[in-house]
């Protein structure tokens, strides 16, 4: 869970650019409080999704609705754009990226109970 809402904190950009994707990530306290916007202690799918929607248009630069290779560059590498583009036309949707990230969301969510803690 920490290392997919690590994720997310690299693609809006408000820490160190992304490590290396099998790198352990870790995150503070004051991190996992910036997505608990209910500060109930756990991340759910509306609260993980709102930030995701906000990531899309942060790094959506020139607000065209797509994100290009160069707008992801410093969160994605080559592989995980490909992965999200699901059409494969070498422009990621907003749709694409929500379906991508809140697909990891699920799979982060081993208690499936629709919370990350």
């Given at each position: ?26 995150m503070n ?89």
């Open positions: 869970m920490r290392k997919l809402v690590l994720l997310g904190l690299l693609v809006v950009g408000q820490i160190a650019p992304v490590l290396a994707q099998q790198q352990a990530a870790t306290q004051g991190q996992m409080n910036a997505l608990d916007r209910n500060k109930d202690g756990a991340i759910d799918r509306s609260e993980y999704q709102a930030f995701m929607t906000t990531a899309f248009a942060n790094l959506d630069k020139n607000k065209d609705g797509s994100l290009s290779p160069e707008e992801t560059k410093q969160a994605l590498n080559a592989q995980q754009f490909a992965a999200t583009d699901a059409n494969s036309d070498g422009k990621i949707t907003q749709a694409e990226f929500l379906d991508r990230v809140m697909a990891d969301f699920k799979t982060a969510d081993r208690s499936g109970d629709g919370n990350l803690k």
